[in-house]
């Protein structure tokens, strides 16, 4: 039978919102609001279910591969996934998003790689995510052209494009905020490392730019962008 009123249970499961669904009275279908509970009476019965809402926060993962010391990283939020600096082989990408079940809905890329050869063209076909290059990225392939101070949402999750020339003229910082607008990490390629910093004499077929100019670039990037 109805239990009473006094006998109703609740969730206690960490990282839970209760969700509630009344099923017995057709005149309260639809007043229920999603992530709230409520109690539906009739005299002093209730009936209820619970059902377990987790609560998934942002994912922020390193894929790194020690023989070509490169980092790609995994960032993901409610459901949609970003890649940033893939390498050529797609499949460690393809079965993290399949594990996941998340949709890759854009490819991040810091710069020109001249040590690796990326996976950002594969993945694009594979997937059907956008790639994305900071500013004065020139390529033959299709691309979302961004510029500097850009915002892109991915779930609840937003980046902000930062153009910070030095190691390359399109080198790009891509700083993510949290669901509450908080910085919460930034993916800089290859302009900053941990005690280090890119080498601004590798730019190839950069015109009149000099590893004078690059390096006043770099130093400019990261003061003024990065710290």
């Not at 005299?43 to 377990?52: A, K, M, S, T």
């Not at 399949?98 to 694009?124: N, P, R």
């Not at 995510?129 to 609840?156: C, L, R, S």
Request: net charge negative; hydrophobic share 35%.
């Amino acid at each position: 039978g109805i239990p009473p009123f006094s006998e109703r249970k609740y969730c206690d499961t960490h990282h839970c919102l209760c969700m509630c669904l009344e099923i017995f009275l057709p005149q309260f279908s639809g007043k229920l609001n999603h992530g709230a509970c409520f109690f539906v009476l009739k005299h002093e019965y209730c009936i209820i279910l619970f059902f377990e809402h987790q609560i998934v926060p942002m994912k922020v993962e390193q894929i790194y591969t020690g023989c070509l010391a490169e980092a790609a990283y995994y960032i993901e939020s409610e459901g949609e996934a970003v890649i940033i600096d893939p390498l050529r082989e797609t499949r460690p990408y393809l079965e993290k998003l399949k594990q996941e079940g998340a949709t890759l809905k854009y490819i991040f890329e810091t710069h020109f790689h001249a040590d690796f050869v990326s996976g950002h063209v594969d993945l694009a076909k594979k997937t059907g995510a956008t790639i994305v290059y900071g500013p004065n990225a020139q390529t033959e392939f299709e691309k979302m052209d961004t510029v500097d101070g850009q915002e892109i949402k991915v779930g609840k999750a937003t980046f902000q494009v930062l153009h910070t020339p030095g190691h390359t003229p399109e080198s790009t910082t891509y700083l993510l905020r949290d669901e509450q607008g908080k910085e919460y990490a930034i993916f800089t390629g290859d302009t900053l490392f941990i005690g280090d910093v890119g080498r601004p004499d590798l730019a190839q077929k950069a015109g009149s730019v000099t590893k004078e100019d690059l390096a006043g670039w770099l130093f400019d990037s990261l003061r003024n962008k990065i710290m």
